[in-house]
Nanobody, 129 residues
Framework: QVQLVESGGGSVQSGGSLRLSCAAS????????MAWFRQAPGKEREGVATINPDGGLTYYRNSVKGRFTIDRDNAKNFLYLQMNSLKPDDTAMYYCAADSSLFWRYGNCRRASDEYRYRGQGTQVTVSS
């Protein structure tokens, strides 16, 4: 059983930066797809970024490209999301997720949140204008 704990959220003004962290335990994550999802009040959960097991392939939703960077440290079992030039539309609860089968089944990690087996409790990001 994998446990994921996010941290690093907070309140910032538009244009500010935050770095989210996700600490994983329960297994070694070098075989896992990992991802960040977010959900704003009244909206559906959406994918923000994904990263394949060795960190060599990433995917970003269009609205965060050039502003957000996903990376991972498999030696420490951590996932990160560096968020720059934040906008009010980025306000949401951010969740990290992990799954050990997706990459080996599909060849990529760009899958919906429901396909990820493990998900953390989330960390809130609030961006004010």
């Amino acid at each position: 059983q994998v446990q994921l704990v996010e941290s690093g959220g907070g309140s910032v003004q538009s244009g500010g930066s935050l770095r989210l962290s996700c600490a994983a335990s329960g297994d070694i994550l070098n075989r896992y797809c990992m991802a960040w999802f977010r959900q704003a009040p009244g909206k559906e959960r959406e994918g923000v970024a994904t990263i394949n097991p060795d960190g060599g392939l990433t995917y970003y939703r269009n609205s965060v490209k050039g502003r957000f960077t996903i990376d991972r440290d498999n030696a420490k079992n951590f996932l990160y999301l560096q968020m720059n030039s934040l906008k009010p539309d980025d306000t949401a609860m951010y969740y990290c997720a992990a799954d050990s089968s997706l990459f080996w089944r599909y060849g990529n990690c760009r899958r919906a949140s429901d396909e990820y087996r493990y998900r953390g409790q989330g960390t809130q990001v609030t961006v004010s204008s």
